[in-house]
């Protein structure tokens, strides 16, 4: 288990840089999945993505750097 809770196999819903939410399975040896989960846009449902769309997209497009 990870440390979000999530299992390897199991759903999760990400944003990409567009703000569309798209769901892929996790394992936690690909490092596409590592990196969502690294930078926090791993999400249990896809509704909690939803919720956290604002701040991934600044995240993900460089906004509020310093």
Known sequence: MDKIGIVDGELY???HRDGR???ARYFRDLTFDCLNRCAGNCFRTEE???M???EILKM???EDDE
Do not use: D, T
Request: hydrophobic residues 35%.
């Open 21 to 23: 939410i798209s769901k």
């Open 60 to 62: 993900l497009k460089g």
């Open 13 to 15: 819903f990400y944003i």
């Open 48 to 50: 909690s993505a939803r």
């Open 52 to 54: 956290h769309r604002e």
